[in-house]
């Protein structure tokens, strides 16, 4: 049986060796006769191969166009969730806690790490962050907050109304020594069927606007005395509740440099940011910061004035320009020993050219009172005095200066700031003055040494006006102290009654009256003197998504209030139908 099967495999691959013998030789005949001997035929044919190759290629790339457009009809160049973004500061970081947020990156630090009760939104006015619902009861003494669902700490840990009451009574306590708790003065807080009841020592009816205040986690932080808080853990490596959640630290010089790296928080309760990390790079000065930016190691800076603008625009780097609620004022040290006489502070009132002084400005708009037009409705304005140098010499001779006395004209050095100094003290040294300019850095030596004891005679320096006035903070007597930011140190029992009725009462009109009062004693008076608002100029690398122009922002760090949807990398992606 083996033996015929040996046999007949043999014959079948004899007959398939013969056939494929037979297949090639064909085969090599075949392109013999139909190819390579008709290649010599080719020069008659040549045109009719031109316009077929033609053809085939304008069907390609027929084809090839119409893909294309097909694809941009159903997909585009998107904003897509990735990427890194570093944001240039100035000013030191001393400390990452937020109740001792002072400088600029300090203070960007504490917005992008730390959620807020309140929070400005989109149209200007107070909105809600942590918070799900504000009410108070007829008085406008007595405010019912309620905390959303589901709060957590970057740490995984819940974010409670305890963390809350942790936080009001921590920056009340005098030994912390926080400029948040002016806000906060009076108010008492407890808890009670789930909700946090705050209780005013008079009616206020815009007290959610100071409720703008970050919150801490007790459960880290609750059993560290107060005198220990700031030098605590805490303040280098934080729990936070923000959009970001602390990373890690490096220190680039020993002149204070540092970039604080941030991710992406999970816990966030508005989600993810589509930006998986940021970076904060706090520079020591502003060159130092237009030199990141032209060299793209850093992203976008809100550090930089119209008038620095010359050294970074350029094709690749954008810039946004808005009006912040912020205003520069000069302040008259009312209880000093040169301008306690209102006879003195009038005077310059009078001669200073403001126009002169607004010159080098820009785009800056003019700012005469601590009154923004908008904030209230059907306020008037009162007249300003008119400008009469002569006049306000021979008052400044007549008002016989103490001897050998020098105004003492503080400031900081950010934005024109130091200019406008300069340019305010060659006016009151043409009016009379003999005058010393001190700059001073923005941080918490600046605090401590010359805001708090108010240590100067004028300070020229730029405060926040809010979503709405703030006449209590910078004008109430009882401000007029160490922790306070009346810093006139203006005290009159008519103001304060006045700023005490248009905070409490309801009806919009009587308001109106209070406010319009209010300023023809602040002109009259002369505690400070409008010198203008501020813009927020950001200049960003192009191929990033910051935040939206159609924001109205109260105070510069509102800018990050919808940084969630910020992003850094972009992708074609399918249009939604």
Known sequence: MKYFSKKSGQKITKRLNKFSRQAKKEGVAHLRKNFINRISHIKTVRLLILEWSLLVISIIMLATTQAFLYTESYAADSFVKGGAFTEATLGEVHSLN????????EQTLAKLLFAHLTATDYSGHTGFDLTESISSDQTGKIWTVKLRPNLKWSDGQPLTNQDVI???ETIQNPKINTPLAANL?????????????FKLPAAYVNFPSSLNIPILPAHVLAKVSPDALLDHKFSSTPISSGPFSFNAVQNVSVEGEKIVYLTANP???????????????????????????RSGSATATASLAPSDGEEVRS???????????????????TQGKIFNNLGLRKAVQQGLDLRSLRAPLNEEPALDYPILPGQVENVDFPALPKYNPDSAKASILSAKLPANSTVNLATVSTGYLPALADNLKFQLQNLGFKVEVNIHEPNQEFLVNVIRPRAYDIL???????????????????????????????????????????????????RAVKYSSFLKYWLD??????????NLSYYFHKNVRTFSEDNHLVYPVDRFSDVFRWSAQ????????
């Open 267 to 293: 816990y966030y309760y508005k989600g993810r940011t589509l930006l998986d990390s940021m970076a904060v790079h706090a520079f020591t000065d502003k060159k130092s910061v237009a030199a990141a930016l």
């Open 460 to 510: 020229l320096y730029e405060v926040e006006l809010g979503s709405s006035p703030d006449l209590y903070s910078y004008y109430h007597s009882s401000q007029a102290k160490e922790l306070g930011l009346n810093l006139s140190n203006y005290s009159n029992l008519v103001v304060d009654d006045l700023i005490l009725a248009a905070r409490s009462t309801t009806n919009r009109e009587l």
């Open 98 to 105: 937020p109740l001792f947020a002072v400088t600029e990156s």
């Open 185 to 197: 003065t009076g108010v008492s807080l407890e808890e009670k069927d789930g909700k946090l009841i």
């Open 525 to 534: 008076h002369a505690p400070a003197i409008g010198i203008y608002q501020t």
């Open 315 to 333: 094709a690749s780097i954008y810039e946004k320009q808005t009006t912040l609620n912020n205003g520069v004022f000069a302040f008259f040290n």
């Open 570 to 577: 972009k992708d074609f992606v399918n249009r939604t139908p």
């Open 166 to 168: 942790f936080t009001v």
